[in-house]
């Protein structure tokens, strides 16, 4: 199979594969600099060959999950379920500025809009989920782009597509949408508090959350206002030549060196102020999640290449089964939520910020933090089966505030926390269902 691959919509390269596990990318003769498919892949008249299936700026881009497993279903006896085949299939609906199409077929994509205010009056419904993922497995250019699915509520109905899933994310022409589910209740609510302290501090996507704190509408920032492709965007797994998979198998040092090797001189310096805020924000919110597919760079050219916004910030450590996990990248050969003054000497180092700005940084988290927990508290009346994840996050929030202003770390004193992180008695104990591989749900309960 061969995949015409477009760039703002201009066929710039033609993708093949080469034997079972390679691939090969060749840019059309004549195609201009600025056209290049991956900050890694410059326009060359040498063809590309990974070792891969997919350049890894494609693999980004693969669904994962229930939507990989209901393409496989829908296209595999058609069309094969290899990668280069399903890509065929949603290459048109693509993150960033690139898109993937047959060869010889036409480019189009749907102008099928997708109206998000239901869900944000609380239609989150399985349904609701459910009915998008047939619209885009149907026609395979719907607009609608689910990356994984799951229950956004407990199932309702046995025979549910969604009833054996855990989490939703669909991807629209100018939205990313989020569900909650039982495993992790209100995460869309508690991710959407954590935007709100990173957009004291950062430039960050846009989010809003549906009326029952169940659902997360995050305005896409790499289309303009009608929904068209305007920045070309690659996470650090494609910058790094990891698979999705591997996202957790990297280093800040190496995401340090990826700045370096692609963000223009001038620019530099303001990255990596922007990546030791995201770092810092990871501490003091607690976020275990943050990896190489959630850091992004944006570009319209070579010469124009710099960090995305910051998105998907999460307090990971409230639900069971997540509390005790170390943060998702490591510095100096560890990963540890007690880093000590290697935090600092680390950021100092390899991102070029001295200890005083640093700590002027952590101050205005600091204060972020106590801004926003008021609002954790107002969540917390308002949706009261949110108290005790509220109640965590509270908590989870006041120890990395508390551990970052230490003496063994930055030394800023004590911290004026103000009364939302006061006066509620300690949240229910977390609880784990643990499920015994081997044993049949059909037996009986000693």
């Known amino acids: 199979m061969k995949l015409s691959v477009y760039v703002m919509g201009r066929d710039v390269a033609v993708l093949e594969h080469s034997g079972d596990f390679k691939s090969v990318l060749s840019y059309h003769a004549n195609t201009a600099p600025d056209n290049f498919v991956s900050l890694t892949m410059p326009v060359r008249t040498e063809s590309y060959v990974w070792d891969d299936q997919l350049p890894p700026v494609l693999q980004m881009n693969l669904p994962e999950g229930y939507l990989l497993q209901v393409l496989q279903e829908q296209f595999g006896p058609h069309i094969g379920a290899s ?6 299939v949603i290459g048109r609906n693509m993150v960033g500025r690139i898109q993937v199409a047959a060869t010889g077929a036409e480019l189009t994509q749907s102008a099928q809009p997708f109206e ?9 419904s399985e349904e609701a989920f459910a009915e998008l993922v047939r619209l885009h497995a149907t026609s395979g250019v719907s607009g609608v782009v689910p990356k994984f699915l799951d229950e956004a509520e407990e199932a309702q109905q046995s025979d549910s597509p969604l009833a054996a899933h855990k989490k939703a994310s669909l991807i629209t022409r100018r939205h990313i949408i989020k569900g909650s589910s039982k495993q992790l209740p209100f995460v869309a609510l508690n991710e959407h ?37 305007h920045w070309g965007m690659e996470d650090f797994c494609s910058l790094l030549g990891l698979r999705p998979a591997a996202k ?13 090797d692609h963000v223009p001189a001038e620019r530099r310096l303001e990255t990596f102020r922007q990546l030791a805020t995201t770092l810092l924000l990871t501490y003091a919110l607690r976020n275990a999640d943050c990896h190489a597919k959630n850091l992004a760079l944006l570009y319209t050219s070579r010469a124009d290449v710099h960090l995305s916004p910051t998105y998907d910030m999460l307090t990971t450590s409230v639900y069971a089964g997540f509390q005790h996990n170390p943060p ?12 000590g003054k ?24 600091s204060d972020a933090v106590a801004d926003v927990g008021a609002q954790v508290r107002e969540a917390m009346v308002l949706h009261g089966s949110f108290t005790d994840v509220g109640k965590r996050m509270l908590m989870a929030w006041a120890e990395g505030v508390q551990g970052l202003r230490d003496k063994r770390i930055y030394a800023v004193g004590d911290w004026r926390s103000g009364h939302a992180f006061e006066g509620f008695s300690p949240p229910a104990k977390q609880k784990m269902e643990i499920n015994k ?9 000693h």
């Open 83 to 88: 990668p280069i085949a399903l890509l065929s």
């Open 248 to 260: 957790y198998d990297t280093t800040w040092e190496r995401i340090a060196k990826a700045v370096r």
């Open 116 to 124: 998000v205010a239901a869900l944000l009056k609380g239609d989150n």
């Open 342 to 365: 290697n935090l600092q000497k680390f950021i100092a180092a390899n991102f070029g910020l001295q200890p005083k700005e640093q700590a002027q940084i952590v101050e205005a988290i």
């Open 193 to 229: 508090l954590c935007m709100q302290v990173a957009s004291r501090v950062l430039s960050t996507a846009k989010t809003a959350v549906s009326d029952d704190g169940q659902a997360l509408v995050v305005h896409r920032f790499d289309v303009d206002a009608h929904g068209q492709p």
């Open 437 to 445: 591989i081997g044993r049949s749900p059909l037996l009986g309960k």
């Open 328 to 339: 998702g990248i490591e510095f100096m050969g560890k990963k540890t939520w007690t880093p």
